[in-house]
C-alpha cells in the first residue's frame, strides 16, 4: 500500500513510523507540511491510498482530507484535543495518558477514531520531549500499526467521538501560554517548579528572568541536598546551574535567552552572519535564540557562584544532576552517559574521554556503555558551535574532542567494551557506538549513521575505517550517502548492531547486564582479549589510525575552513529551526549543482545520488 505522511517534521515519531510501515512491506513517502500548497502537491504527485500525519502543526486543507483518508496522530486520550496536550498532561499530574489515532476533519481533533493506545504517566516525574519519544512513540506505533491493518480491510467503520462514552475522557484544552508556565519561586514547591519546565521540555521552555536576563530554562532536575535562598542561583556543575526553591532546589541545564540576534556593529555582523573563519573582535554578542547550557547563556553574571563538582563513581544515592555516572558489579564496569539531546560538546567529549579512562584504569574486565535513554549520542554539539566566536574553529575542536574519545576505546586492550544503545544515535554518535567490541540496542531505537545532510559534512570519528569493517564498504557508502534512518532490527541485519533486544530501556538495560556478566566470567575470556588485539594489530599494519583520521579531517577542513558555506549554513538552519537570522549571501564558485566526491576508491556524483 501507497502510505504517504504530512508532517511538520520528519522527527523520531515519524521516523520510526515510517520504517515500522515499510518492514510490513507498505511504500512511505514522507512530505513535510510547510503550507497548503506544499501538502496539496504531495498528494497530487505520491497519489496515495492512505494519508498519516505523524506530527503536523497545521490543518490538512479540505481538498485533501474530503478525497483521502486522512489519519492524524495525536499524543492524547480520546476525547483530548487541543495542540498542548502533554504539557497540560504532566502539569496536572495525570497518571494514565495516550494516544489517539483520528480521521482529519474541518473540526480539530474531532474526527472518528481509529485506534488508541492509552500508558502510564507518572505525573512529573521526565520531560515531554522524553514522554513523547518513549511512551508516546511506542504507543503510537501500536495504534497507527492497527489503524493501517483496519484500513486495509475495507470494512471498518471508525467510532465517532462521543463524550459520553465511559472510555472518552478527554477534553478541549487551549493552547498553553507563558502565563500558564510562569514560576512563582515564592510559592512553588520543587515538584511543581519541575513539572513546569518538564511540560515545556523541549519546547517552548518556562521564561523567567535570572539575575536580570530573560531566558526559557530546560533540562530541571531536582536536587535533595544542596539549599539557598529561594529563586538564587546557588551553585553550578557542568554547565547547568542550581537553584534553591522554598523546599529544596532544582538545576537547569540548559537556557536561551530571549530576544533578537543583535550583532553589535559591521564587524560582528560580517563575522557571524557571513560564516567568515575569524573571531570577532567585538563584546560578546548575546546568543539569543539558541539554546545553550546555562552557564554559557549567563556567562561572567555567575561571577561568585560556587562550583559543586561531584566524582562520576560516587553512589547514585540522591537525586541531582549528573551527566556521567559510574558503577560497578562484579568484573563490570558501567559508564553512564546523557547529554541533552544527545549532542556532545568538546568539553563534554573530554569528560566522558577521562571518564572512560578511569573506567579502564580499574580491575575489570567488561566496560559497558551506555547512553540516554532518549539518545545514545548524536555527535557534535552544533548549538555551542553556532554560539561560538569562531564556528569553524570550534567545529575543529569538537571533532577532535569526539575523534580522541573514539581513538581511546578503539585502542583498549584490558577490557572488552560493550555500547548499549537504549535511545537513538545519529551522526558521529552512531559511528561512535562502532569503536566498541559488541554493540546492542533496544528495539525501537532508530538510527542515523550519516553527515551529508548537514551541508555535505564529511564527517569523521573514525568511521571509514569503523563502519565498512561492520558493514562491508559498498553498504557503508550507500548508508553515509543515502541519509535514510535505519530501524535496529535491519541494523542487525546488515552488521551494524549485534544484537537486539528489550521493548523499553528499563528491560534493555537489565539484559545488558546479564550479557556483561557472563562475557566476564567466560573462560574464554583472555582468548578473547588475544584475538582483539592481533585482529587490532592486523588491521593496524594495513593502515593506521592515524592515516583514516588524517584523511577524515582532511575533508572536514574544507568543510569548516573552506569557500563553500553549506555546512554553515545548513548548521544555522538547524540550529535556528529553519528560520536563521538573516545572513548575506556568500557567493562562491564552489557551490555547484554537483560535486565529485571519492570514498573508498569510488567517483560519486553527490548531488545526483542524493536526487536518486
Known amino acids: 500500500m501507497k502510505i504517504l505522511f ?3 517534521a520528519h522527527n523520531s515519531l515519524s521516523q520510526r513510523l515510517s520504517i515500522e510501515l515499510t518492514e510490513l512491506g507498505h511504500i512511505v513517502d514522507v512530505a513535510l507540511a510547510i503550507s497548503e500548497s506544499a ?14 500525519a505523524p506530527m503536523l502543526k497545521r490543518k490538512i486543507p479540505e481538498a485533501i482530507w474530503s478525497k483521502h483518508v486522512c489519519l492524524i496522530v495525536h499524543p492524547g486520550v480520546k476525547g483530548d484535543r487541543g495542540a498542548s496536550s502533554l504539557d497540560w498532561a504532566i502539569m496536572t499530574g495525570q497518571t494514565m495518558w495516550g494516544v489517539t489515532v483520528l480521521q482529519a476533519t474541518a473540526e480539530m481533533d474531532a474526527g472518528a477514531i481509529w485506534a488508541s493506545r492509552n500508558f502510564a504517566l507518572s505525573g ?21 500499526l492497527e489503524a493501517v ?29 507563558q502565563s500558564d508556565r510562569a514560576i512563582d519561586w515564592s510559592r512553588n514547591s520543587t515538584m511543581e517548579i519541575f513539572a513546569k519546565i518538564s511540560a515545556a521540555d523541549s519546547t517552548p521552555g518556562v521564561l523567567d528572568t535570572l539575575l536580570g536576563k530573560t531566558c526559557f530554562l530546560y533540562g530541571a532536575h531536582v536536587e535533595d541536598r544542596l539549599k539557598g535562598p529561594t529563586g538564587k542561583i546557588i551553585a553550578r556543575r557542568d554547565g547547568a546551574i542550581c537553584i534553591g526553591t522554598i523546599d529544596g532546589a532544582v538545576w537547569i541545564s540548559h537556557l536561551k535567552a530571549k530576544g533578537e540576534v543583535a550583532p553589535q556593529n559591521a564587524e560582528c555582523r560580517a563575522v557571524h552572519s557571513n560564516f567568515e573563519r575569524r573571531s570577532c573582535n567585538s563584546p560578546p554578542c548575546s546568543p539569543s535564540g ?9 556567562g561572567s553574571l555567575l561571577r561568585g557562584v560556587p562550583e559543586a563538582p561531584l566524582a562520576i563513581n560516587l553512589p547514585t544515592d540522591h537525586h541531582t544532576f549528573r551527566e556521567i555516572v559510574y558503577e560497578e558489579e562484579g568484573d563490570v564496569g558501567y559508564l553512564y552517559f546523557d547529554f541533552y539531546n544527545g549532542a556532545m560538546s568538546t568539553a563534554q567529549c573530554y569528560r566522558l574521554r577521562d571518564a572512560f579512562l578511569f573506567a579502564r584504569s580499574r580491575p575489570t574486565k567488561v566496560i559497558v556503555l551506555l547512553g540516554g535513554a532518549d539518545f545514545w549520542s548524536n555527535g557534535i554539539h552544533l548549538n555551542v558551535i553556532e554560539a561560538s566566536n569562531d564556528p569553524a574553529k570550534e567545529s575543529w575542536r569538537n571533532i577532535n574532542a569526539i575523534d580522541d574519545l573514539v581513538l581511546e576505546i578503539l585502542n583498549t586492550m584490558s577490557h572488552l567494551v560493550i555500547a548499549g544503545l537504549r535511545g537513538n544515535a545519529g551522526a558521529g554518535g552512531a559511528m561512535l557506538a562502532l569503536a566498541a567490541d559488541r554493540i546492542y540496542s533496544a528495539f525501537g531505537v532508530v538510527l542515523n549513521p550519516h553527515y551529508r545532510g548537514m551541508g555535505e559534512l564529511y564527517g569523521s570519528e573514525y568511521w571509514t575505517y569503523l563502519l565498512p569493517k561492520r558493514v562491508g564498504q559498498a553498504r557503508a557508502l550507500k548508508l553515509t550517502q543515502a541519509c535514510q534512518p535505519i530501524g535496529a532490527r535491519a541494523a542487525r541485519d546488515i552488521g551494524f548492531l549485534d544484537e537486539v533486544f528489550g521493548e523499553d530501556a528499563r528491560s534493555f538495560e537489565a539484559e545488558i547486564r546479564d550479557r556483561a556478566r557472563l562475557l566476564a566470567a567466560n573462560p574464554e575470556f583472555r582468548a578473547l582479549l588475544r584475538k582483539k588485539h592481533e585482529g587490532r594489530m ?20 574544507v568543510n569548516f575552513f573552506g569557500a563553500n558555506p553549506s555546512y554553515h549554513e545548513a548548521r544555522r538552519r ?8 538573516k545572513a548575506a549571501p556568500v557567493p562562491t564558485a564552489a557551490t555547484t549543482r554537483e560535486r565529485v566526491s571519492v570514498l573508498f576508491g569510488h567517483t560519486v556524483r553527490v548531488g545526483a545520488l542524493l536526487q536518486a
Open 124 to 144: 512529573s516525574s521526565i520531560a515531554k520531549s522524553s514522554v513523547y519519544r518513549r511512551q508516546v512513540t511506542k504507543a503510537a506505533v501500536r495504534a497507527v
Open 574 to 581: 538547524f540550529v535556528f529551526k529553519g528560520n536563521p537570522p
Open 149 to 177: 491493518e483496519k484500513f486495509q480491510l475495507r470494512q471498518f467503520r471508525p467510532e465517532p467521538l462521543d463524550y459520553s462514552s465511559a472510555d472518552v475522557i478527554g477534553c478541549w484544552r487551549p493552547t498553553m501560554r
Open 6 to 8: 504530512l508532517t511538520t
Open 290 to 298: 539558541i539554546k545553550l547550557p546555562a552557564t554559557q547563556v549567563l
Open 39 to 52: 501538502m496539496l502537491d504531495a498528494v497530487g504527485q505520491h497519489a496515495p491510498d492512505l494519508i498519516i
Open 538 to 557: 592486523e588491521d593496524e599494519s594495513i593502515k593506521p589510525l592515524a592515516n583514516y583520521r588524517a584523511e577524515e579531517l582532511e575533508r572536514m577542513k
